[in-house]
């Protein structure tokens, strides 16, 4: 067969070779215009994301130049906002302020307060009080004679030994606090005293201990209390402002400006840098500063502005690349986002696919093309090689039995009269020609069914009724004694009862040709089947078949190696009992099979009621 396909082989595969060739050049084609198609988009969303980005370090730049006025009045006076600043200088954070209290529920500021009240009422004061209060105690009668000069003098006296004489913040706090409630008359209140609340003592005063204004420093020496100390200092703080008239909106809102806690700076910068895309940052020799930036703000006024200059349309935005934490400007890359640029990415990509799709297509009608040819040209040469061996088999097959007539009736016709030992020919005439007849009766009823043309007549009938037929068919036509038992009870199939018993004999003279035995067992059982109706086993002692087998002796023709015994048949036995059980709805298989035996497992449908 080899042979007979080898032009078309060959003329197929030069054929396809040259398409292939063809194929892949015109591939090569699209693809490189898909490579150019890109490149002219990449080209210009570089040149405008080169310029998005360098607008972008103009704008941090200048944003932080216009804060350094706010950013250094934030340190150096607690009461400016200092929200939104960082300063770092010699390794020391200045901005943005540590504003946590500290850890714990202990109050040493108020238990120095309640101490000092005491002291004053009972005129027994302690060190380090004592000087202090008696100084407080002389500018007080001053005040209540009215006596303003001299309460003035005796005040100066007192504020400045207190800022030549500092004290610890959790005494010099609470100390402050008291000389203010005990000195302040509203509008006759010392300046001295009144700008203790708020403004400070001048400079002229001197000493490590001057004071910056009990508001400034409470803020300042927050993260020395805890926040129920903290809270009893800010009450009182905020009573005495009130009752003087000084102002503390700016003061309450720097206790509430939350903290921004502790911002790490990475070490080793070299130029500005975007610090969790919240903070920008610039190093100098000894500090660095920075402030927050609204990124996301900076990035729609990028946008904007590449839209008023008609760089896209409205739909197009600047992103940034990337989302990592610490972003050196030199390393910021901006992305420019166009809708439409992604619409004609896309129709590149469409365009592209589309004409690969048709060329696979191409490729691939060409496969099936050559291949269905293939199997066309080899189904055409199995075909006929199929037909010549069934010529052929049937021919013998036909050709023995009637010559085997033909011989035992002449024979019979010669000695019958003369030898009473021949008796038996008209027996075994009558056994060949039933086996013509059977193996007629198989093709015909094999052609039929293939094509077809056999319509069921189904009727309920018995199976022990079937397993008579069968003991009765192989009564007289097989030449080995042969030994039918059968446990199938009250057993009621719907089937064709021509069909079935025609199935059942196949499966009886195949036992019989495929067996080295005697005499030959055969046995039929059957068995409900929940939800399928009745499985009937049909087992015999014969030779068994290997499991790679058992799916290939059900095809047309097929017939298995009868292991050195010739064995007569068409090769359709089988396949005429796969196509009876279709027929009927049901299935045939093996279900085991062995040097001992082989088992047909034959599941009928559930009969309707």
């Given at each position: 067969?080899?042979?007979?396909?080898l032009?078309?082989?060959?003329?197929?595969?030069?054929g396809?070779?040259?398409?292939?060739?063809?194929?892949?050049?015109?591939?090569?084609?699209?693809?490189?215009?898909?490579?150019?198609?890109?490149?002219?988009?990449?080209?210009?969303?570089?040149?405008?994301?080169?310029?998005?980005?360098?607008?972008?370090?103009?704008?941090l730049?200048?944003?932080?130049?216009?804060?350094?006025?706010?950013?250094?009045?934030?340190?150096?006076?607690?009461?400016?906002?200092?929200?939104?600043?960082?300063?770092?200088?010699?390794?020391?954070?200045?901005?943005?302020?540590?504003?946590?209290?500290?850890?714990?529920?202990s109050?040493?500021?108020?238990?120095?307060?309640?101490?000092?009240?005491?002291a004053?009422?009972?005129?027994?004061?302690?060190?380090?009080?004592?000087?202090?209060?008696?100084?407080?105690?002389?500018?007080?009668?001053?005040?209540?004679q009215?006596?303003?000069?001299?309460?003035?003098?005796?005040?100066e006296?007192?504020?400045?030994?207190?800022?030549?004489?500092?004290?610890?913040?959790?005494?010099?706090?609470?100390?402050?606090?008291l000389?203010l409630?005990?000195?302040?008359?509203g509008?006759?209140?010392?300046?001295?005293?009144?700008?203790?609340?708020?403004?400070?003592?001048?400079?002229?005063?001197?000493?490590?201990?001057?004071?910056?204004?009990?508001?400034?420093?409470?803020?300042?020496?927050?993260?020395?209390?805890t926040?129920?100390?903290?809270?009893?200092?800010?009450?009182?703080?905020?009573r005495?402002s009130?009752?003087?008239?000084?102002?503390?909106?700016?003061?309450?809102?720097?206790?509430?400006?939350?903290?921004?806690?502790?911002?790490?700076?990475?070490?080793?910068?070299?130029?500005?840098?975007?610090?969790g895309?919240?903070?920008?940052?610039?190093?100098?020799?000894?500090?660095?500063?920075?402030?927050t930036?609204?990124?996301?703000?900076?990035?729609?006024?990028?946008?904007?502005?590449?839209r008023?200059?008609?760089?896209?349309?409205?739909?197009?935005?600047?992103?940034?690349?990337?989302?990592?934490?610490?972003?050196?400007?030199e390393?910021?890359?901006?992305?420019?986002a166009?809708?439409?640029?992604?619409?004609?990415?896309?129709?590149?990509?469409?365009?592209?696919?589309?004409?690969?799709?048709?060329?696979?297509?191409?490729?691939?009608?060409?496969?099936?093309?050559?291949?269905?040819?293939?199997?066309?040209?080899?189904?055409?040469?199995?075909?006929?090689?199929?037909k010549?061996d069934?010529?052929?088999?049937?021919?013998?097959?036909?050709?023995?039995?009637?010559?085997?007539?033909?011989?035992?009736?002449?024979?019979?016709?010669?000695r019958?009269?003369r030898?009473?030992e021949?008796?038996?020919?008209?027996?075994?005439?009558?056994?060949?020609?039933?086996g013509?007849?059977f193996?007629?009766?198989?093709?015909?009823?094999?052609?039929?069914i293939?094509?077809?043309?056999?319509?069921p007549?189904?009727?309920?009938?018995?199976?022990?009724?079937?397993?008579?037929?069968?003991?009765?068919?192989?009564?007289?036509?097989?030449?080995?004694?042969?030994?039918?038992?059968?446990?199938?009870?009250?057993?009621?199939?719907?089937?064709?009862?021509?069909?079935?018993?025609?199935?059942l004999?196949?499966?009886?003279?195949?036992?019989?040709?495929?067996?080295?035995r005697?005499?030959?067992?055969?046995?039929?059982?059957?068995?409900?089947?929940?939800?399928?109706?009745?499985?009937?086993?049909?087992?015999?002692?014969?030779?068994?078949m290997?499991?790679?087998?058992?799916?290939?002796?059900?095809?047309?023709f097929?017939?298995?190696?009868?292991?050195?015994?010739?064995?007569?048949?068409?090769?359709?036995?089988?396949?005429?009992?796969?196509?009876?059980?279709?027929?009927?709805?049901?299935?045939?298989?093996?279900?085991?099979?062995?040097?001992?035996?082989?088992?047909?497992?034959?599941?009928?449908?559930?009969?309707?009621?």
């Amino acid at each position: 067969m080899l042979r007979r396909l080898l032009p078309t082989l060959l003329a197929l595969g030069c054929g396809l070779l040259a398409l292939t060739w063809g194929l892949v050049s015109l591939q090569r084609i699209f693809a490189q215009e898909r490579e150019d198609a890109h490149a002219q988009l990449r080209s210009r969303r570089d040149a405008l994301e080169a310029y998005a980005t360098q607008a972008l370090r103009h704008r941090l730049g200048k944003q932080l130049e216009g804060s350094i006025t706010s950013l250094h009045a934030a340190m150096g006076n607690p009461l400016a906002p200092g929200e939104g600043f960082y300063l770092q200088f010699r390794g020391f954070q200045f901005l943005p302020r540590l504003t946590l209290s500290a850890p714990g529920a202990s109050t040493p500021a108020r238990q120095h307060y309640r101490e000092l009240v005491r002291a004053l009422a009972e005129s027994t004061p302690a060190e380090p009080w004592r000087e202090r209060l008696v100084r407080l105690r002389a500018v007080e009668g001053a005040l209540d004679q009215k006596k303003a000069t001299r309460a003035n003098t005796l005040a100066e006296e007192l504020l400045r030994h207190h800022a030549t004489h500092p004290l610890p913040p959790e005494q010099e706090l609470p100390f402050v606090l008291l000389l203010l409630e005990r000195l302040q008359r509203g509008e006759a209140t010392p300046p001295l005293v009144r700008a203790l609340l708020r403004e400070g003592l001048p400079e002229d005063f001197g000493g490590i201990g001057r004071s910056a204004g009990l508001q400034r420093d409470l803020l300042r020496e927050r993260w020395r209390f805890t926040q129920r100390d903290f809270d009893f200092l800010l009450a009182h703080t905020v009573r005495l402002s009130a009752a003087l008239g000084e102002p503390s909106d700016d003061f309450l809102a720097r206790v509430r400006e939350p903290s921004a806690g502790m911002l790490v700076i990475p070490e080793g910068l070299t130029g500005p840098t975007l610090i969790g895309q919240r903070w920008y940052v610039e190093p100098l020799a000894e500090q660095v500063r920075g402030i927050t930036v609204e990124l996301d703000t900076l990035l729609r006024d990028i946008s904007q502005e590449m839209r008023e200059r008609g760089h896209f349309g409205q739909d197009g935005l600047v992103r940034l690349k990337t989302t990592d934490t610490l972003l050196p400007l030199e390393f910021l890359r901006l992305e420019v986002a166009v809708p439409q640029w992604l619409a004609a990415e896309t129709a590149i990509e469409q365009r592209y696919g589309l004409k690969t799709l048709l060329v696979a297509t191409c490729g691939a009608l060409a496969v099936a093309i050559v291949v269905m040819a293939v199997v066309a040209q080899h189904g055409r040469y199995r075909y006929v090689e199929l037909k010549s061996d069934f010529v052929a088999t049937v021919s013998h097959e036909l050709r023995t039995p009637l010559a085997s007539i033909r011989l035992l009736a002449e024979t019979l016709e010669r000695r019958l009269s003369r030898a009473p030992e021949m008796g038996d020919y008209p027996s075994r005439i009558i056994q060949a020609a039933d086996g013509l007849h059977f193996l007629v009766e198989n093709i015909l009823s094999f052609n039929r069914i293939d094509k077809g043309r056999w319509k069921p007549k189904p009727a309920r009938v018995r199976l022990e009724e079937l397993v008579a037929m069968l003991r009765s068919d192989l009564a007289g036509n097989t030449s080995v004694p042969v030994q039918l038992t059968s446990d199938v009870g009250d057993v009621e199939l719907e089937v064709d009862p021509s069909l079935l018993r025609l199935l059942l004999s196949n499966l009886a003279r195949n036992a019989c040709a495929y067996n080295r035995r005697s005499p030959v067992e055969l046995s039929l059982r059957a068995y409900p089947h929940p939800g399928h109706g009745c499985v009937v086993l049909f087992g015999d002692n014969g030779i068994g078949m290997p499991e790679s087998e058992w799916e290939n002796v059900f095809r047309d023709f097929y017939r298995l190696d009868s292991q050195g015994t010739e064995v007569h048949g068409s090769g359709l036995g089988l396949a005429l009992c796969r196509k009876i059980m279709a027929l009927h709805g049901g299935r045939i298989s093996i279900a085991s099979s062995g040097p001992e035996g082989t088992t047909f497992s034959l599941l009928f449908p559930e009969p309707p009621p």
